[in-house]
């Protein structure tokens, strides 16, 4: 991952956030069906896409 100057610059600064997990993926073997996990991808993508097309809209206003 690259840094910027500022960063750099900064004391104790790291961009590390491998010890930021999510709860429910600390398990493994406790994962959904990868049908549920596809179908909760296609939920969030689209959630996702209505957010920008609303921010598409106030910004066309």
Same mark, same amino acid.
Do not use: C
């Given at each position: 991952?690259?840094?910027?100057?500022?960063?750099? !610059?900064?004391?104790?600064?790291?961009?590390?956030?491998?010890?930021?997990?999510?709860?429910?993926? !600390?398990?493994?073997?406790?994962?959904?069906?990868?049908?549920?996990?596809?179908?909760d991808i296609i939920e969030n993508l689209g959630a996702g896409?209505?957010?920008?097309?609303?921010?598409? !809209? !106030?910004?066309?206003?």
């Amino acid at each position: 991952m690259n840094q910027n100057p500022e960063q750099i !610059a900064r004391d104790k600064t790291s961009l590390d956030i491998t010890w930021l997990k999510a709860q429910s993926l !600390a398990d493994l073997d406790n994962l959904p069906d990868p049908d549920v996990l596809a179908e909760d991808i296609i939920e969030n993508l689209g959630a996702g896409l209505e957010s920008f097309r609303t921010v598409l !809209a !106030a910004l066309e206003k």
